[in-house]
Structures are given as C-alpha cells and as structure tokens.
C-alpha cells in the first residue's frame, strides 16, 4: 500500500526560508519521479517542481532559482527547499507520486509567508 507523508511548512516572513519533506512508502522510490504542487485558496492546483528518478528537475517559472527540489532515495524522501519567499507562495502544497495509472497525494501543508 502506498503512503505519501509530509511535514514541514508553517508561518515564515517575506525573505524567509521553509523545508518541506515527503516521505514515501510501498513503492520503489528510487525508480519513482515525485512532483510537488501547490494550490491557494480559490485557485487550481498548480505543479511547483518535480524530479526524476535519475535526478533531472524541472520548476513552474514562478519558483525558478528560489526553490530546490531534491532527493534521498536512502530515505525514500523529496524535499523541497523554499528560499526568499513572497507572500504570493502562500498555499497548501502537495507532494505526489505517479505509479502508472494512479497518483498518490501527501496530506498536504500548509505554508503561510506574512509579515
């Protein structure tokens, strides 16, 4: 059985820096791309960044040389480093994996940037 869990976020300042993780199980993690999106509210859900299981990244403009996606397959773990944060990051961000047909969704964080 698949389980997507993630933690991090909270309350951070414009500038300011955040750490998410996600940490899968009942896959093969290592052969698995992991994305991250994230949704505001009364907006769609949007693709933040993503990597491939050889490593290659790919990030939405909006994020480009702010944000870091990375990976530890020894720890089944995707992290996504969020460095001088703008208050228009704020969003409930999402991890997933897709596993042929089915996409499997972390609960979800939220990360709030205010002053």
């Known amino acids: 059985q698949v389980h997507i869990v993630q933690s991090g976020g909270g309350l951070v300042q414009p500038g300011g820096s955040l750490r998410l993780s996600c940490a899968a199980s009942?896959?093969?993690?290592?052969?698995?791309?992991m994305n991250w999106y994230r949704q505001a509210p009364g907006k769609q859900r949007d693709m933040v960044a993503s990597i491939t299981s050889g490593g290659s990244t790919n990030y939405a403009d909006s994020v480009k040389g702010r944000f870091t996606v990375s990976r530890d397959n020894v720890k089944n773990t995707v992290y996504l480093q969020m460095n001088s944060l703008k208050p228009e990051d704020t969003a409930v961000y999402y991890c997933n994996v897709r596993i042929e047909l089915t996409t499997y969704w972390g609960q979800g964080t939220q990360v709030t940037v205010s002053s």
């Open positions: 009942g896959i093969v993690f290592s052969r698995s791309g």
